[in-house]
């Protein structure tokens, strides 16, 4: 799929000449397009999908709700404000003035406020030990609050800036350089690690808090640093690339569907399965309309809803 997906585009690279050009041959054009353009657009898909999917699953199993991921507990909403909040108070123009940091303001204004986000959801583990059922209604409430944030910058700003933040809050893959896509992977790794050192604490919390604290498992801390890591590992991401929802929530549960929910299995396989789909779906964006490319986040919210309907139904019967 990786191959695949640096291969085709507005303008397509043959199979022959790709395997070239990745060791320095074919046309100096060829050379560009792989290497400037397709490869960190495919290697920052695969991170990107792995991270939200990773993060996924583990909201997933410490909150034991199939519900669960970063779009649904308002944190992918957090950080679109963000990005808007950098967008119209003109930090992005004013970008020479702040150093090395300026061109990442707005990324880094996203990442703040997902982790405000974050930080709401842990205060209600932590002080009022919410129900997962809780977590997820005040998820809810939180991208709502900060949908309707956004919504009140936009009815104030330029055209231009409108157009801006719309355009974040697609979901760009493209948007992310070689420096960007290797500390996302970096991070994404460090937090796939993180999860399977967990694995076993996690398996015996599937089996209920009762069950896991009489084995010794201390379920409240083990929730709380699964929350937190999983809240950063999602906006480190979508700080970089911008929202693409129900990736987390997908793949998942697909793998749970074929493999079951053995956390030691769920998690590395899941982050495959989200790298995958994420190419797949930047792929069938980049070609669907060539030389127009859709927003990959468009593609993914085609594939999540109904999912996300159908786990509102039904999705018990194999959790």
Known sequence: MSLIGIAIGSVDVPLGDLVAALFGGGTATQRTIVWNLRVPRVLGAIVAGAGLAVAGAAMQTVLRNPLGAPYTLGISQAAAFGA?????FGFGSAA???????????TIAAFLAAMVSTVLILLLVTYRQATPETLILTGVAVGSLFT??????????????????????FGDVGRAGWPHVAFMG????????????NAWSYDVMDAGTATAKSLGVPVESLRIRG???ASLLTAIVISFVGIIGFV???APHIVRLLIGGTERHLLPITAVVGGGLLVAADTLARTVLAPIVLPV???TSFLGAPLFIYLVINGREYW
């Open 227 to 229: 929350m937190a890591v």
């Open 186 to 197: 970096l991070v994404v790794l460090a937090g796939l690690a993180y999860f399977l050192s």
């Open 148 to 169: 309707a944030g956004m919504t009140l910058l936009q009815y104030f700003a330029s055209d231009t800036e409108v157009a801006a933040i719309v355009y974040w809050t």
């Open 96 to 106: 020479a003035e702040f150093g090395s940091i300026g061109p990442y303001l707005t």
């Open 248 to 250: 987390g929530l997908v």
């Open 297 to 299: 986040g468009i593609l």
């Open 84 to 88: 808007a909040v950098a967008v119209v």
